[in-house]
Structures are given as C-alpha cells and as structure tokens.
C-alpha cells in the first residue's frame, strides 16, 4: 500500500483558513486520496476524497498536485469545532480496506 | 437510522477471560471493519468483511477471531484477553470504495 506523510501537530486561529498537506510520492494511477477526521473521544468521519481533479463539498476542499505526488485539505474557516486528527489516506476504487497512519492533529484557538 | 453502533461501550476485563465486542448496521452495508486504537496512535485494521460469511485479516489480527453470520452484524472475539489488548475499538461500515461510516468505539481495559 502506497504510503502517506503527514505533519503530526498544526495550529490555527478560529475563523482562518486551514491548510493541512499530505505528501503521498509513491502514489499509484489508480490510487483515490481520502481524508478522514476524528474529534476528541469520537470514531473518524469521512471529509472528501478525490483522484487527480480538485473537490469541494460542504466541509472542505481538497487540492491535488497536477503530479499527484502531494494534496492539502483546506478548511476555509477554521471553528473551534474543526479541532481533530486529520488523516490522508490512500486506497484504489478496487480497495477492500483503506489504512489510518497517525494523522495531523490541528489546534484552533479562539 | 441508528447507523452504527458497538455494544457494549466500556468493559474491564481480567487477562485470560473472553469477551465478544459486537457492531451492528443499518445501512444495509455489504463491508465492515474492526480498528483499534491505541493512546497517541493512528487507527490499525484487526479484521474486516467484504460481505455476509466472510472474513479476512488486517494489520494486526493475531490474539482476536471474528465473524459475520448477518450481514449487520461483526463480531469481534478475544478468546483470552491481554493487557496489550486494552485499547478503543472501533467498528465500520461501508458499500466498498465509498465511504467508511464509524460507530463510537468501545472502550476495553485488560487488568
């Protein structure tokens, strides 16, 4: 499986905007990049996911390097309920299972 | 729509006793999971299920057995629990590729 890198801690100011990186080299054509993210105390929750054009719903963006080899979730303004462990993960449309790494863990401060 | 849920959310147990943590789901999901969690750590895969009556290994399967007799249904079993085992377990539910839906963890402590 193809590997992620992830800073481990970042901080924000609420109401800012969030840029958070992932740095995936050994991505694979066919691998799909998906962000998940897990508040204090809670299970994850999927955000977005994407292949090689940019995606934006409802809680995020996600911008993908043109070689693929990196990506940033951005939060546009940051809350305080935004506060989690942010994960980057890679999985094929064909995956039967997607792998957690540790994460980056974001601050947002009044 | 309960979505998912873990039974039972918290339990002690002594090393060498036998537990089943059980994950329901009502989404009518053919794939489901079970992850721990360890203090500071990312979440690692134990087992997982691509459809009622199968089952296959993860990250880290050894010393837990599960199993998928309905298809809303994943078991995990610790036959003789360890203290290595205390951790927050985690299960999930899926169509395949699209997204993983999370229940809210069991806390296990093994004295």
């Known amino acids: 499986d193809a590997k992620t890198t992830q800073p481990n801690s970042m901080e924000s100011n609420e109401e800012e905007p969030v840029h958070l990186p992932c740095n995936h080299s050994t991505i694979s054509g066919t691998d799909y990049i998906h962000w998940y993210r897990q508040l204090p105390s809670q299970g994850p929750e999927y955000v977005i996911h994407g292949l090689t054009s940019n995606v934006n719903n409802r809680m995020a963006s996600l911008a993908i390097a043109e070689d693929r080899k990196s990506s940033t979730l951005i939060l546009h303004r940051a809350t305080l309920r935004d506060a989690a462990v942010y994960y980057c993960?890679?999985?094929?449309?064909?995956?039967?299972?997607?792998?957690f790494g540790t994460g980056t863990r974001l601050q947002v401060f009044p | 729509n309960a979505g998912v849920t873990q039974t039972p959310k918290f339990r002690v147990l002594k090393t060498g006793q036998s537990m089943t943590l059980l994950c329901a789901q009502d989404m009518n999901h053919e794939y489901m999971y079970w992850y721990r969690q360890d203090p500071g750590m990312g979440l690692r895969l134990i087992h997982y299920?691509?459809?009622?009556?199968?089952?296959a290994k993860g990250e880290v399967p050894d010393g837990y057995n599960v199993s998928r007799l309905k298809k809303q249904n994943f078991l995990l079993g610790l036959e003789s629990a360890a203290p290595s085992q205390t951790s927050v377990y985690f299960c999930?539910?899926?169509?395949?590729?699209?997204?993983?839906?999370f229940g809210p963890g069991t806390r296990l402590l093994v004295l």
């Open positions: 999930a539910s899926s169509t395949g590729f699209e997204t993983q839906y």
């Open positions: 993960i890679l999985g094929t449309y064909n995956t039967d299972k997607l792998i």
């Open positions: 299920s691509v459809g009622e009556g199968t089952t």
